[in-house]
């Protein structure tokens, strides 16, 4: 039913995400944040699993695909000549120049912030919470990203290099959001981790528009975004941020939180309908039985501009 690459891929990601939870029960970052936090199940059950799972088809299948056969692409032979290791490095490192600019793009521009909002919509932040991303969001960078990958190379590279870059970004997006308390010093200058992204999900102002970078931190500090108490020449009044997610409201539900970037709506409002408070209500028993809160909608949202 599975192939092999689908379960090595899979034991290697549960065995992370086992080290990763550990580590976060054992050395917090912010201490008192639950496993079953607010928005465990949204960001588990509609992102990890229902969207992923359909934008992978999506993107492989009908955007990818559709846009090889266009091409009448048959792969680059120079490229499928390089070893697996290099492919991995090149598409990486490529891959990861882009995200910076375009991740920095999006916390500056106020439509493209739209589409990157409920990513830091998470008013907790440990290893699931990187999984929250506008369905919009993860379309463009996944085309970008693994477009190349799939046109560059032959079928075969492609079936090896592909896994491994997705297992590799699983593997890192986990970690830079763990709620684990790291001190690993001037490796932050060159590996991204979670001291410099919890300050980027961080609701302090005064650091808004830093720590762009995905898995090479070279290039905040390269272009001048790096932020990180100890090692960047700007310091804040506070070692570690006191609070996290959108200076704004937003919708706690998914198909609310998409709609959200289209079309700013009072979601009190929303709720008074009959049909969605008959659709928020079913789901608070189920979700209150793991954690308080969650399935709450929201408050009124003020019209956020380009908050980052
Ligand atoms: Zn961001
Ligand atoms: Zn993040």
């Not at 550990?22 to 990890?48: A, N, S």
């Not at 598409?91 to 995200?99: A, K, M, N, Q, S």
Request: with cysteine; glycine share 4%.
């Amino acid at each position: 039913m599975f192939d092999t690459t689908f379960l090595i891929t899979t034991g290697i990601l549960v065995g992370w995400i086992c080290i990763v939870v550990t580590l976060e029960h054992l050395y917090p970052y912010t201490k008192g944040v639950k496993f079953f936090r607010k928005g465990f199940w949204l960001d588990m059950v509609w992102y990890t699993f229902i969207q992923s799972y359909l934008l992978g088809i999506l993107i492989n299948s009908y955007i990818i695909a559709p846009i090889k056969i266009k091409l009448n692409y048959h792969g680059s032979e120079t490229l499928s000549h390089w070893p697996i290791w290099a492919l991995v490095l090149l598409f990486l490192f490529t891959h990861d120049f882009y995200i910076y600019w375009f991740h920095r793009l999006q916390h500056n521009t106020k439509w493209l912030w739209r589409t990157h909002e409920a990513h830091h919509s998470n008013k907790e932040v440990d290893w699931l919470a990187g999984s929250r991303s506008h369905a919009l969001e993860i379309i463009i960078n996944q085309t970008i990203e693994f477009a190349p990958i799939v046109l560059l190379l032959d079928v075969k590279s492609a079936a090896i290099v592909v896994p491994i870059k997705a297992l590799l970004d699983a593997v890192w997006g986990i970690w830079i959001h763990a709620n684990i308390d790291v001190h690993s010093g001037k490796l932050q200058y060159i590996i991204n981790g979670p001291e410099m992204h919890q300050w980027h999900h961080s609701d302090h102002q005064e650091v808004f528009y830093s720590n762009y970078s995905t898995k090479f931190a070279f290039w905040d500090w390269i272009f001048g975004t790096g932020f990180l108490p100890g090692l960047s020449p700007r310091q804040y009044k506070v070692m570690k941020p006191e609070k996290f997610g959108l200076p704004y409201d937003f919708p706690q539900d998914y198909f609310m939180q998409h709609w959200f970037a289209f079309h700013r709506f009072d979601v009190k409002k929303i709720e008074s309908i009959p049909v969605v408070r008959t659709y928020i209500d079913w789901k608070k028993p189920i979700l209150r039985i793991f954690v308080k809160e969650d399935g709450d909608s929201v408050t009124t949202p003020s019209d956020p501009q380009t908050t980052k």
